[in-house]
């Protein structure tokens, strides 16, 4: 995704100098009537490119918002959220000895799943399809409470199998917190 948008610089720059190169050129008597027609030319498509960049922008925050939508309407999404918050409510910290009481297995299998779900999120917004922003908006807080409360959760997990695990979610939730702070 960011190579698209990286083409359609290029492509605009070039553009743009070949138009500049071509009018400060044009009162010369020997190039003719060809340089109005590569200059309407060359203005056409850079209009096509200022479309297609604002096409795609709108795409990136659309399908953020489809995803935000889509989570929140996911029978599943909620579940999981239901069985961590009756187990934890307020954002309640999950220690570490919770994480070895045999009736927590499916408040952590909860949390893992939200925590996947987030990670994919981020993932999407570090590549590129996803809008940061606009992310940040919906999830900044809920981002944070729930690194907070799932925090020892993470660390087992990377300690247990010397994983990245859910580096995109730990990166964008210590970046927003910086920001907020």
Request: aromatic content about 14%; hydrophobic content about 40%; charged content about 20%.
């Amino acid at each position: 995704m960011k190579s698209l948008f990286s083409m359609a610089w290029v492509f605009f720059g070039i553009s743009v100098l070949l138009t500049v190169y071509i009018i400060y050129n044009k009162f010369s008597p020997l190039i003719g009537p060809g340089p109005y027609i590569l200059v309407s030319g060359t203005l056409s498509m850079m209009l096509v490119s200022i479309g297609w960049w604002v096409t795609l922008n709108i795409s990136i925050k659309q399908n953020t918002l489809n995803l935000i939508t889509r989570s929140i309407l996911s029978e599943k999404y909620q579940e999981c959220l239901k069985t961590i918050e009756d187990k934890f409510p307020d954002g309640e910290v999950i220690s570490s000895e919770d994480l070895e009481k045999t009736e927590n297995k499916n408040v952590i299998s909860s949390a893992k799943y939200i925590l996947n779900y987030l990670e994919f999120m981020c993932l999407g917004i570090a590549e590129g399809y996803l809008s940061e922003n606009t992310c940040k908006e919906f999830y900044c807080v809920g981002f944070r409470k729930f690194y907070n409360t799932t925090a020892s959760i993470i660390d087992k997990e990377i300690n247990d199998y010397d994983l990245e695990l859910w580096k995109y979610f730990i990166r964008y939730t210590t970046k927003w917190n910086k920001a907020k702070n």
